[in-house]
């Protein structure tokens, strides 16, 4: 898959006295001294030898260097981040204060890393925590409490509502390292103002070290944090906002809004390879497909953010166990989800920012696997279509010539025939349904 010359496993690091990268789990056991705890985590993880960031990353965390790091989704982050935090810390420690903190922009992505931190630290005898009930935090983690509590991982509005109290109800002044994942989301996410208080408490450390990870970093983060950190590296690997090379991109020109229905009842129709996750840009989108499908007879369902906690986890599950076969989400929910078996992405909407298409894109081809994405093309999509192909063509892909059209052609008016069409066969489709189930 992909364009000939390319290097997924790229490396570009800048910064001052950057150590070289590390290949070999070996070397890396035998340099640092990893505990046999962690040598045991890592052969678990399947992991034959260090991806790209994790053989970059993992030398300048047990150097105590300051990081800002782009990698493709799914190419091992969250091990490179947390083996040298759980190697330094060693043991559980009652200091008043937690040692390492992870923010992560949702509770689902939260929740993942707080369950793969939970298998990696096995027998370290470490104490990791997912702020969930703030109320039970309060209580549990304040200075004065008798809890050993080591690493905590938490969304940043949570934790910011209890280091706004007087005094804070929970304590960093000892942190020791600040991780922030899929940073740019972060950002994005309008989160600025509660990062600002949890950076400035961290601030009471005078031993924080501060490593930050996303798929995507934009030229404006990058100078952020060449201000904010101190002798920073800055680490990118397979070239900047790139998708995943081992996952086979394809646009669909779709024409209009019902051309979608009609183009994703074909491809499953002619075979899909599922687990898929189908993209859209609304809740109300969501529910939409998910119950229109349900006309065929699918296995599938809906996640959004309005779906209470316990659904949502029900329906990750279920997902996970290959009860449902399709599952429709917005960017919030596939993002904060790590699903290592998903075989298909579709795009049903067309995302409107480049570093969304990314990030949907990294939701398959994960761990090492192949994936496939396909992304439906409507005549609206004109606006972030350049830099949709512009990413394709970066991983090798030819463009249709209906999309290279798209691009040449100005903005059309009326539409109206195809979108009648496109009713009329939804309709008719409805109706052969209907009538085949009443005849059973």
């Known amino acids: 898959?992909?364009?000939?010359?390319?290097?997924?496993?790229?490396?570009?690091?800048?910064?001052?006295?950057?150590?070289?990268?590390?290949?070999?789990?070996?070397?890396?056991?035998?340099?640092?001294h990893f505990a046999q705890h962690l040598q045991d985590a890592i052969k678990k993880s399947n992991y034959k030898a260090p991806t790209a960031v994790q053989a970059q990353v993992i030398p300048l965390m047990m150097d105590r260097r300051e990081i800002i790091c782009s990698a493709p989704t799914g190419s091992g982050k969250t091990l490179a981040f947390l083996l040298p935090i759980i190697h330094q810390l060693k043991e559980p420690k009652r200091i008043g204060s937690f040692r390492a903190l992870i923010?992560?922009?949702?509770?689902?992505?939260?929740?993942?890393?707080?369950?793969?931190?939970?298998?990696?630290?096995?027998?370290?005898?470490l104490k990791i925590h997912h702020l969930k009930d703030?109320?039970?935090?309060?209580?549990?983690?304040?200075?004065e409490s008798l809890y050993k509590y080591d690493i905590l991982v938490s969304t940043p509005n949570r934790l910011s509502s209890l280091l706004k109290t007087e005094p804070p109800a929970i304590s960093l002044n000892k942190l020791e390292w600040l991780i922030i994942d899929e940073c740019d989301r972060i950002f994005d996410l309008g989160f600025k103002d509660d990062l600002s208080i949890i950076y400035n408490r961290c601030l009471e450390s005078n031993q924080c070290c501060r490593a930050m990870f996303s798929?995507?970093?934009?030229?404006?983060?990058v100078e952020w944090a060449k201000v904010q950190m101190t002798n920073v590296v800055i680490v990118m690997v397979g070239g900047t906002n790139r998708a995943?090379?081992?996952?086979?991109?394809?646009?669909?020109?779709?024409?209009?809004?019902?051309?979608?229905?009609?183009?994703?009842?074909?491809?499953?129709?002619?075979?899909?390879?599922?687990?898929?996750?189908?993209?859209?840009?609304?809740?109300?989108?969501?529910?939409?497909?998910?119950?229109?499908?349900?006309?065929?007879?699918?296995?599938?369902?809906?996640?959004?953010?309005?779906?209470?906690?316990?659904?949502?986890d029900t329906?990750?599950?279920?997902?996970?166990?290959?009860?449902?076969?399709?599952?429709?989400?917005?960017?919030?929910?596939?993002?904060?989800?790590?699903?290592?078996?998903?075989?298909?992405?579709?795009?049903?909407?067309?995302?409107r920012r480049v570093v969304s298409y990314i990030h949907r894109v990294g939701r398959t081809g994960r761990a090492?696997?192949?994936?496939?994405?396909?992304?439906?093309?409507?005549?609206?999509?004109?606006?972030?279509?350049?830099?949709i192909v512009n990413v394709m063509r970066k991983s090798g892909y030819e463009i249709p010539k209906a999309i290279s059209s798209l691009l040449l052609t100005k903005k059309g008016n009326n539409k109206s025939k195809n979108k009648k069409d496109g009713k009329n066969t939804i309709q008719k489709h409805r109706q052969k349904v209907i009538r085949k189930r009443s005849n059973k």
């Open 1 to 32: 898959m992909g364009g000939k010359g390319q290097k997924p496993n790229s490396i570009k690091a800048t910064g001052d006295d950057v150590p070289k990268p590390i290949h070999s789990f070996k070397t890396i056991y035998e340099k640092f």
């Open 103 to 125: 923010l992560a922009p949702t509770r689902e992505l939260a929740k993942q890393i707080h369950r793969e931190a939970l298998w990696i630290s096995d027998g370290s005898n």
């Open 134 to 143: 703030l109320k039970e935090a309060a209580k549990k983690f304040n200075p």
């Open 215 to 221: 798929a995507t970093l934009e030229t404006k983060l």
């Open 244 to 312: 995943a090379l081992n996952v086979e991109q394809s646009l669909v020109y779709v024409g209009n809004e019902d051309g979608k229905l009609i183009a994703l009842r074909d491809i499953i129709q002619r075979g899909v390879e599922v687990p898929a996750l189908i993209f859209v840009e609304t809740k109300e989108k969501a529910k939409y497909l998910a119950n229109e499908l349900l006309y065929d007879d699918l296995n599938i369902d809906f996640i959004h953010s309005e779906r209470d906690q316990k659904e949502r």
């Open 315 to 351: 329906i990750v599950s279920m997902f996970r166990e290959g009860k449902i076969w399709f599952l429709v989400c917005t960017d919030l929910m596939g993002r904060g989800i790590d699903f290592k078996g998903v075989n298909v992405v579709i795009n049903y909407d067309c995302p």
């Open 368 to 387: 090492g696997r192949d994936g496939k994405a396909i992304t439906f093309v409507a005549d609206g999509d004109r606006a972030v279509l350049p830099q």
